[in-house]
DNA sequence: GCCAGATAAGAACGATCGTACTATTGTGTC
DNA sequence: GACACAATAGTACGATCGTTCTTATCTGGC
């Protein structure tokens, strides 16, 4: 990799971090430059544009998480343990990891809703497919004889997804010691009525 | 009511608009006032600072959320009722709602989490008394003979409170005509295994 | 070790931010 | 209707925003 390229996802990692604690939009050039030593020209001239920072900010995050969530996920095997397997990688993706402003996309989904652009566009498409990795898992969950052959995946795929909100909402704003706990139940309880 | 406390009353409301859609943070002084064809000072003098308006700003939203959301409720009968009523009332402010830009609390939870000061201290008491007054609603049910009496209530104000967060996201970010029928099954599902 | 091209820095731009001050206009009271 | 004071406007401030353009430094292939 050419040095250029080097210095940009050193850029880009710690624009993840960042963003994820402070939003897209509080992301600034000037700041991120400071904290990456390099002067304000001398990063933006790596992007062209703020719009396009924050694109690649969102892909370069949808890596890392595809690294750490999804792909170990789907190494498991196929039905209960996959789906628990998704559900342990992100939290850990969101509490041990490198994330230290929780989740970048929990942050982005609330922050991007109503600014039309294209890290919107780029969020929307994001976000459709994890909806459609997580109703997957439920599909392979069916085929395996774990789960009822009635269940609507698209709705365990909206549940699953409202508990992920949940306990980010619950551990990062309240500080509730009880979240984890929280979401853990309220998975268990939603596998439990899903079952075959 | 005085003048000055009339259009204060005025700015508060559209800032509770404007936030709902781009945040507390991106609210500026100076579009505000442009907004409410006022003086960037004639206005700024209502507050004296830009922190006090944003908690202002979720004070006036949170009146606006009692007397829309939980009130209604609690004229309602105790126990299924009631919490039936949370949610519809919800959904209501929501969507119908005066808020064009989804849950200024939603919205405020997520940009505020990593951000100290005293719009986060604002919001995190109002955030304790919203999973409180959820769980008062499940007591009330319980001791009404509609939930079961070894719920626990906490636990159900948060899957509760998930669901909202999920139907908000599925609603403004993915634009998900199905998120209402979503969030309806997964209440009606919590509802129904709660049950004596 | 030179040289082309990649990479970074520097300086400057208009715009807008929050805030402080002063001046003007409006309102309600006697 | 004059007067005290509340309400709003005006102006200016330093800081920072994203972006452009020009200049300097570094890197890798011959």
Same mark, same amino acid.
């Given at each position: 990799?050419?040095?250029?390229?080097?210095?940009?996802?050193?850029?880009?990692?710690?624009?993840?971090?960042?963003?994820?604690?402070?939003?897209?939009?509080?992301?600034?050039?000037?700041?991120?430059?400071?904290?990456?030593?390099?002067?304000?020209?001398?990063?933006?001239?790596?992007?062209?544009?703020?719009?396009?920072?924050?694109?690649?900010?969102?892909?370069?995050?949808?890596?890392?998480?595809?690294?750490?969530?999804?792909?170990?996920?789907?190494?498991?095997?196929?039905?209960?343990?996959?789906?628990?397997?998704?559900?342990?990688?992100?939290?850990?993706?969101?509490?041990?990891?490198?994330?230290?402003?929780?989740?970048?996309?929990?942050?982005?989904?609330?922050?991007?809703?109503?600014?039309?652009?294209?890290?919107?566009?780029?969020?929307?498409?994001?976000?459709?497919?994890?909806?459609?990795?997580?109703?997957? &898992?439920?599909?392979? &969950?069916?085929?395996?004889?774990?789960?009822?052959?009635?269940?609507?995946?698209?709705?365990?795929?909206?549940?699953?997804?409202?508990?992920?909100?949940?306990?980010?909402?619950?551990?990062?704003?309240?500080?509730?010691?009880?979240?984890?706990?929280?979401?853990?139940?309220?998975?268990?309880?939603?596998?439990?009525?899903?079952?075959?």
């Amino acid at each position: 990799m050419t040095k250029g390229e080097d210095t940009k996802q050193a850029i880009l990692e710690r624009a993840s971090q960042l963003a994820s604690r402070i939003g897209l939009e509080t992301l600034t050039i000037g700041r991120l430059a400071t904290e990456m030593g390099l002067s304000k020209s001398g990063l933006f001239s790596h992007f062209g544009s703020k719009e396009a920072l924050e694109v690649q900010v969102l892909e370069f995050t949808a890596q890392d998480y595809r690294a750490k969530v999804v792909v170990p996920a789907f190494q498991m095997k196929p039905g209960l343990p996959r789906i628990q397997a998704l559900f342990d990688n992100w939290l850990d993706w969101v509490t041990i990891n490198t994330q230290e402003g929780g989740c970048l996309f929990v942050q982005a989904a609330t922050e991007l809703d109503d600014r039309p652009g294209m890290p919107r566009d780029y969020m929307e498409k994001w976000q459709q497919l994890w909806f459609e990795t997580l109703a997957e &898992a439920a599909r392979r &969950a069916i085929n395996e004889g774990h789960l009822r052959a009635d269940l609507d995946c698209d709705q365990f795929a909206f549940q699953f997804n409202a508990i992920l909100f949940g306990y980010h909402n619950s551990q990062r704003m309240l500080k509730d010691p009880r979240a984890e706990g929280y979401a853990r139940a309220a998975i268990a309880g939603l596998l439990a009525h899903s079952r075959a």
